[in-house]
């Protein structure tokens, strides 16, 4: 079974940093692109960022740049969203999804597995 599994979500306060890991199973990254998305409550599902399969292309969207970085460790099967000076606009679920590709999308419905996200809250 191909599985993706978040983790390091948690409650923050304002301007404060977290890490999230997602992991595979049953499947090796090497070949995948992931994506970083989440969704605010009440809101739709937005792209956060991309990175392609080597590492060595990365995309975010307007709203996380700076203080957002993605990586990955295809030795340890598991991407990386470093999150950082956290906002309270950051609150939501975030999911990594993949896809076998070379290059970053931000279509949602390109991407064919899913975690089931892991919940990231920013506040006082």
């Known amino acids: 079974q191909l599985r993706l599994v978040e983790s390091g979500g948690g409650l923050v306060q304002p301007g404060g940093s977290l890490r999230l890991s997602c992991t595979a199973s049953g499947f090796t990254l090497d070949y995948y692109i992931i994506g970083w998305f989440r969704q605010a409550p009440g809101k739709e599902r937005e792209g956060v960022s991309c990175?392609?399969?080597?590492?060595?292309?990365?995309n975010y969207a307007d709203s996380v740049k700076g203080r957002f970085t993605i990586s990955r460790d295809n030795a340890k099967n598991t991407v990386y969203l470093q999150m950082n000076s956290l906002k309270p606009e950051d609150t939501g679920v975030y999911y990594c999804?993949?896809?076998?590709?070379?290059?970053?999308?931000?279509?949602?419905?390109?991407?064919?597995?899913w975690g089931q996200g892991t919940q990231v809250t920013v506040s006082s």
């Open positions: 990175i392609n399969r080597s590492g060595g292309s990365t």
């Open positions: 999804a993949a896809r076998w590709d070379r290059l970053c999308t931000p279509i949602q419905l390109e991407y064919n597995i």
